[in-house]
């Protein structure tokens, strides 16, 4: 496939790609994005901690935290620092829970989510300067009925929650 690039920016990119799948002319429109990382953590009190977080042009948005991957920066590095960041929480471990492709049909992101468990306060939030958050707890009850009844729309956070509910235990 021939890659044309349209726009190149600091968190993503568009390209059109032109070329032939199974013999088809095709021409595809596609976001490119290195990925990201998002964790689903408890606090000691076993609440499962969110970030409402402003999110243009939807307005606040309750998610678990999350970030975007550096340049060559492995997922489970990404997902130890944007927790830090966006919580001031440390994990002594990170396990693998789900990975997806939020928009499949055009846009080349892949979320890796990872369940964190020894989790320690370590540190204050390290936001950047556009991030605009703040750090809630909430039961995993409560956060399955904000699931079931719309009140939480964020696709990374509805896939690991239910991995997480639906997953088989020894």
């Known amino acids: 496939m021939k890659k ?14 032109d070329g032939k799948i199974e013999g088809r002319k095709v021409k595809r429109e596609v976001i490119e994005h ?3 990382a998002a964790i689903l ?20 948005v309750l998610e678990i935290p999350a970030g975007t991957l550096e340049e060559n920066e492995k997922p489970i590095k990404c997902a130890s620092r944007e927790l830090e960041e966006e919580t001031g929480y440390g994990a002594k471990k990170m396990t693998p829970l789900i990975t997806f492709y939020p928009s499949i049909g055009y846009n080349s992101e892949i979320i890796y989510c990872f369940l964190a468990s020894g989790l320690k306060k370590i540190a204050d939030l390290k936001l950047d ?4 958050l703040s750090v809630e707890k ?31 235990r020894p």
């Open 4 to 17: 044309t690039k349209i726009y190149d920016g600091r968190i993503l990119g568009l390209s059109v790609y």
């Open 34 to 36: 290195r990925g990201a």
């Open 41 to 60: 953590a408890f606090d000691e009190e076993k609440k499962l901690i969110l970030v409402k977080q402003h999110r243009f042009p939807h307005g606040y």
């Open 129 to 132: 300067a556009d991030e605009i």
């Open 138 to 168: 909430i039961d995993l009850k409560k956060v399955l009925r904000m699931i079931k009844t719309g009140k939480i729309q964020d696709s990374k956070t509805i896939c690991a929650v239910l991995a997480y509910v639906t997953r088989k």
